[in-house]
């Protein structure tokens, strides 16, 4: 449990959500609203680009601070890291796109996470891009693909997100992301 104020944990550790789904990309990013009322989680694919197994993954997903109350937020985000929310309440993260389409193919991003938005993965890539190896499905979900707001080098897996508060020497930035 956290008590406001202290620098380290001083109870045991325990579970907040307990469904999460294990494999594949395992690591997890929590981000809290400036509120304190929603709890966001990103949960990578299991795979590359498989579209069988993947319930439940390459999302964010929305809770209470209890972890009560889980939903998806966005998907068809491969592998969400650097979740990261402004003071303004704009969710963000970096996403490591899928590999074996070659070296300039498909690029990483950051991207706002926006609310019901579905941002392509497995089937499409950086809008309507169809991925060659999914070429046919779910043509339905084309028009529906958001954006993202970077674009980032291929496979160069951008990790950490941090919103500037612009309390030092670079009040320019505030409320700017780092990546």
């Not at 104020?5 to 395992?26: F, I, K, M, S, Y």
């Not at 899928?98 to 019901?116: A, N, S």
């Not at 529906?144 to 941090?162: F, K």
Request: charge should be negative; include cysteine.
């Amino acid at each position: 449990p956290y008590v406001a104020g202290e620098l380290r944990a001083t109870g045991a550790a325990q579970v907040v959500v307990d469904d999460l789904p294990t494999g594949g990309h395992w690591t997890r990013d929590v981000a809290f609203s400036p509120d304190g009322r929603r709890m966001y989680v990103s949960i990578g694919s299991a795979s590359n680009v498989s579209d069988h197994g993947e319930e439940g993954r390459a999302e964010v997903r929305e809770y209470d601070p209890e972890g009560r109350g889980g939903r998806p937020f966005a998907t068809g985000i491969r592998n969400c890291v650097g979740l990261a929310m402004q003071p303004d309440a704009t969710l963000w993260c970096a996403v490591n796109e899928r590999d074996g389409l070659g070296d300039d193919v498909p690029p990483d991003y950051v991207t706002r996470v926006q609310p019901g938005a579905f941002y392509g993965w497995p089937w499409y890539y950086i809008g309507a891009h169809p991925d060659p190896r999914h070429i046919g499905k779910h043509p339905e979900l084309a028009a529906r693909v958001a954006l993202p707001d970077v674009l980032i080098q291929p496979h160069s897996a951008p990790l950490s997100l941090t919103a500037y508060p612009g309390d030092g020497a670079w009040a320019d930035y505030r409320g700017n992301m780092f990546v």
